[in-house]
Structure formats: C-alpha cells, structure tokens
C-alpha cells in the first residue's frame, strides 16, 4: 500500500504530534486542534494539512472530517488523540473545568467517532485508534474525573469494536502510561513516575496500529508503557 | 439508628422512586427531578420533599442539597439514580441526544457526586448509592453511548471510594440488570430480557446500603439481576 | 422457608467457620474440613454434621456430598470457603507449596463446584456461593500465585452462573477484604491492613447470599470490606 | 542486537511452533513439548534445540531451562505457549480432564514464570511473553475451565509484571482471538468462529513482543485477532 490519509485529532502537541511527524513524509496527514496558532504552527512545520476543530462542538468535528474528505477523498486512519487534562480532587475542581473535561473527553471523543465511523463505513475500510490511558486499569483516587473520562472512551470503543461487523473497518485503542507531554505538565511534576515514555515512542505504537491494512489482524488493548515494572 | 435523611436524585420514577417508597415510611426523603409536575405528584404521593434539580447545571444541584440541608440539617444518604437512556446504533443517534446523555449521565453525575461529598464529608459521615448498570460488564453494540456513560460513573466511584479514606463516608455502587422502567420503555420492548427485576426488588438492595451504618462494612459491587443465568 | 440444609466446605475455621455458626440455629449445616480434629471439634461446638474432605481429591469431594444428600435429601445451598494462602515472591515459594495452593484454591474449588452444581440441578434449585477475594480487583506482587488462584475462581463463578441458564440455581461470588484469619496470621501480620473486616461481619453477607429463594434476584459481586476507603 | 536465544514452552504445534518457525533463522531456538517424537520432528525440521518437558513437573522445568542455559549462556526471552483445551460443560469434562487441564495451565504456567525469571533476573535482562486468551474477558459458559486456566495465567502475569521493579525484565500478555490450531480441532469445528486468525498472523505478535530491547517499552495486554467485528 502506498501514500495514505491520516487525520490526528488533537494532533498540535504530545501524543498526536508525535504521531503526524511519523506519517508526515509518507502520507497524506490532516492535525486538527483547537487552537488557530498552534495549528499553523504545526501545518507550517510539518507541511501538512490542519483544521481548527473544537471537539466538543459536532458542527465542528462534522466540517472538519468533511473538509478533510473534500480535499483527499478517503480517510484511511483516525486518531483519536483529544484530551484534556483534570487531574486533582473532585472537591477541588471547579465545576466549569469538569464540564469542560467531559465535554472534550466524553462527549468530543464520541463526536470524532460518529464522524469519523461515517466517513469509514461510506468507504468500507479504515482504521480508527483511540489513546485510552493505562489509568483505566485502576482506581485512581487522586485523578477520578480524568480516569472517569478515558473509562468512558475505552467503553466506548469496546462497544463499537463490535458494532462494525467487519475485519476492514477496525476501531482499536491504546493505553499508555505516564509521558512527560503538556498535558501532564500542567499538573505540576509530583504526578510523573520517575521513569516515563516519550511521546515518540509511544507514536510508533499509534502508527503501526493506524497502518495496519483491511485484511491484518485486529490489535488492540495494547498497554505501552515504560514501566520500571509497574502498571 | 432512627429515622434518617436520604436524598434521592431522580426520584420520580423507575428505581429511584421505588427506592424512595421503600424509605418513605421510616424515614425522611427529598427527591429530585428535573420535571416539576413529575416532583409535584411524587411530592404529593409520598409525603416527601422533592426539589426540581436538572442534574446537567452544577448550580441546581447546588442549590437543591443546600436545600435539603437547610430543612433537615444532616444528610445520612445519597442515591444517584437520575439516568437518561441512550440506546441505539451511534450513526442513528443525534448529536444533541448524545450531548444530553453525557450531560445526564456523566457531567450531572459528577455534580451530584461533588456536592453529595462535599456534604457528607462536612458531617463526616454518610453513604452514596450509584446506580451503575450491568452492561458495563461487557461491550454492547446496540447500546455504546449508555453503556459508555455508566462506565463513566463506575470508574468514579472506584476512584472517590479510595479517595475518601475513611470508613465513614462510604461511596458504594450497585449493577442492575434489566429492569421494565420508563428508561427501557421508551427504546421499545425488544430491548427487555424477557426475564428481568422489578424495580421495586433492586429497590431493596439500594436501601439496605443507603441503610448501611458509618461503622459498618463497606458492600459494593453488588450485580443485582433476575438472571435466568445469563448476566 | 423453614429449616434448610447447608453445606460450608472449609467451615473448620476463618470465615466458614463463622458462617456456619450463624446458620447452625436455624439451620441444617455439613462442615467439610480436611483435618480431622478440627472437624471433629467444630461438629462438637455447633452440634452440625461434619465430613473430613480434602477437596483436591475429587473422590473425598463426591463421596462427601453424597454423605449429605443421604443424609438429609436436598442440599438448599454450598459456601466455597476453602481456602489455602501462598503469599510472598514466585522466587520465595517451593513447587510444592504452589502446586498445593493450586490444588486446593483452583482445582477443588473445580470440584466442588461440580459436585454442588450435580446436585443443584438435579434438585432444580440452590445457591452456591464462591468466597472470592478483593485480590482479584488489581495486580499484587506480593501475591501473585493466591490472587491468581482467585482469579481462577472468579472466573469460573462467571461462566457458570450464565451456564445454568436459570434463576433458580444461583452461581454466586462474594469478595472480602482482608480478614485477621487464619489464612492470613500465617503469612505475618504486615500483611494485614491496619483496618480489616472480621469474618463475623463478613459472614453475615454470605449467610444473606445464601438463605435467597429460588425466585429471588441473583445477587453477586459483591465486595465487603472494611475500607478506611481503600480497596 | 545480533542472533539471541529464545525458549518456545509447547513449541512443537500451533502458535508456538509458527512462532519458532519465525525466529529460527535468525536466532537460536529451544522448543519445549511434552511429546518426545513431537520435539524430534520439530528439532529436525527446525534444526532448532528441543527438550522434553511436562509443564507439570517443576523438575523437568527446571532442568529443561537448565540445559537451555548450559548450552546459550542466556535466554532473551521465553513464550509461553503451552496449554491443553479443555471445552464444554463441567458436568462433562471428567475429573481426571479437569486435573490436567488445571496442572498444564495454571501450574505448569507457574513453573515455567518461576525458572524463567530465575534466569531473567539472574542475567538482568529477558523478556517473557504470555500467551492468554481472548476467552477472559466475558463469562464463556461453553468453557468454564479452559478459561479459568486463562483467567489464572494473566493473573498471574498482571502480578509479576509489578514485581520485577525493572523495565529490563518484561512479563508481557498476549490475548489471541479464535485460531485454527490443534487445540481447538480438538473440540469439534463448531467452536470456530466462521473468520479466525491465523496462528501465523499472530505468531508476528508474539515475535515482536520477544525482541523487544531491554530498553524499549512495556508492550503488553495486546488483543490480536480477526474479528468480524466481535471480540
């Protein structure tokens, strides 16, 4: 298979980022984030296709995919890498940032695969790869809304793993450990393990499950991590 | 113990107004409901309190536990039963049932969930009931968008019962199975296991661990189902 | 219901054993131990009947079920208590030590529940109620080959309750916290949480487990513990 | 990284066999079976290292591992492949089946993750792959034992992942979905799903894990398989 199209939602820093500057010179790559300058910065540095989007407005995830699908025709992989960091205790979250975290997380997470499942299904093929996190795996008392939003998407994507009835349409998910990416260090330093995983090698992960064809095996579940032996 | 407060947050039909029967009799009971004429009959009926609350605006659900408060002082128990059904294949539900669902589900759950701690933890004592549901246990095709909101509230309340470290204020949650309430209904008969629990035997089980005393043990994870072995 | 009969396999000491006492009144109990003295002395204490049983041996298993159906026709309903403890590092524990955990906590739990379920179905009713462990719910290296065990049989109380495609033959778990038994003084106290549940309190659930009537709800999945809001 | 050393435990068919046959090119190869003219075949075909081993003798693990080591020095990495089937109701699986199935599966695992690290950590370094099943993440009634046995391994796995404190020695997992191998001939055809995955597609899988570098991430918890959709 040659040159295919890749779209990374959240794709302006960390994770996603990572992931487009691995497709970038082999393919067709769209970033979409929601803010304007951090999108053309991307677009600039990396010469690829970007799309303001505020995952939490349908009209907005709707345009972009259709944009996206306007100007390469076919999606042949999503990632969905949007996500918002809430870490701290419930009590001290404000409610505005709880709405927020779950609007992004929840609800913007579920309006990525809506659209991106439409365009994937009109097309009979493609990939889609949620970034759950290895959060999900445990209790987790001191980020209970970020863990609540990512169990959300994990659930989700199990669901809709086996609503596509179908090898060639695969909606997969991964769940990293700790990385030292700005979502993370927005909370302060004291929440990194010691040991942590670069956003590029996590990527690699992200991409190999994007490029896998109609035909390959499902992967999924995958738990990528460095690990020090915990997870 | 003799009789005690409970708040039941969408009382007015289904589990939670069984529930709310089941305490009336011995007990103080403030139901909350997001319908004013629903709250007025329940009201009515019962004998009970009822506040109108639309558990999506933290500022209601705010103001309607100040309330009870305020009328009774203490709050010994909370269950969070108000639920919006969302079944159905993702491509055919509408963007704005799909926010509604997250807004209900997950963002109003977490509001009841802050402001039932927050009171619960003043006192230094108290329960609270979440009512999960058992398709968490299993990736449901027909139905991602409910069952990834109830995965949502289960992995809260994992995360806030270690993130309370004490005995006292115990954040249980509990699975039912099937049940014919309004919920159900309205997505049509098909859904319904042709064996299922009457809401008025789950109701049972809410109360006996609403009932639980600051010194008791800690009972979670109940999956609670007229089974016909299946589950 | 009137007097029923109850069988307690590893109901000489810990939790069994409380479980016994509560039920021995009203009831008609088995204990099955696999040291003789102690069966013998708890037989004494309770006035119950008593049958020495080595569960890894599927003979002693059967014969020791058929002893109790002689002796009093129908078997109402089976706690799976026996248990054996293997903590501490794969490294630290002898192959013969792990071969008897695994033996007594996965292989005679197999049993036991055969035999219980041949003569649950053949009566066309009963509840088995399987002690499981709160273990289970996250990784434990330091001990890994119990918790393994429990899984295993947390896994077969899974499958089997949807085998009998029934209500009225109830396949049931409970998972207690940490408990100041037997089971655990033997490792040494620094295994023990600070707070524990005694097994009087935690008997009192699995004595409601197994006193439901046939057309009760199943109720399973329980986890009681004494928390300080862990688990 | 030139030429390493890996052990295939239950090399001489199905995944473990596709999984020597990919490494024996570029790598030294010792495959473990329990049927002597087995391990010749595969030695001879291969022109691989093969040892006779029943999983359920701690002796002849560690003496199989032993010889593997006199011979390489090292071992960099170790699958573990060795499984028995064991499907259908527990009323029909006979007690000695029952046995078996449990001495392969459960604690024959276990010798195999207690001499494998052994030498893991006594070099510093080595990887060891689990193979489970996709069979542990719903209630399977049709086979309640062969899943427990599974149940039991990734337990076991989850643990000792934890207790290494090390990214240097990976205790990884690898869940396959349906494959054509003997294994499954066993019990008939109809417990094939009509779209399988070959042991050749996911025996790349298990590879990839084994090479993983010392330094490289935790990979682990992967599900690999064609789906049709469901899993």
Request: aromatic fraction near 6%.
């Amino acid at each position: 298979m040659g040159a295919r199209t890749f779209v990374v939602v959240g794709g302006t820093s960390g994770l996603g980022l990572a992931a487009a500057r691995l497709l970038v010179d082999e393919h067709r790559v769209a970033v979409l984030g929601d803010v304007p300058d951090e999108v053309a910065t991307v677009v600039d540095e990396l010469g690829c296709a970007g799309q303001i989007c505020d995952v939490s407005s349908y009209e907005q995830v709707r345009d972009a995919f259709a944009e996206v699908v306007d100007r390469y025709d076919v999606i042949d992989g999503v990632a969905a890498c949007a996500s918002m960091w809430a870490g701290g205790d419930l009590a001290a979250l404000s409610p505005e940032r709880i709405r927020r975290a779950v609007e992004i997380n929840a609800l913007g997470t579920t309006y990525v695969f809506k659209e991106a499942l439409h365009h994937l299904r009109r097309q009979g093929h493609g990939n889609l790869v949620y970034i759950g996190a290895l959060a999900v795996t445990k209790p987790r008392p001191g980020i209970p809304i970020y863990r609540a939003t990512k169990s959300y998407g994990s659930s989700l994507v199990e669901s809709l793993a086996e609503a596509q009835h179908s090898n060639r349409i695969k909606v997969m998910e991964l769940h990293p450990g700790p990385m030292p990416t700005r979502l993370q260090e927005r909370v302060g330093d004291e929440f990194l393990d010691e040991i942590y995983a670069l956003p590029e090698q996590v990527a690699t992960e992200v991409v190999r499950l994007l490029l896998l064809a109609p035909d390959d095996l499902y992967v999924s579940g995958e738990r990528v991590l460095r690990a020090d032996g915990r997870w």
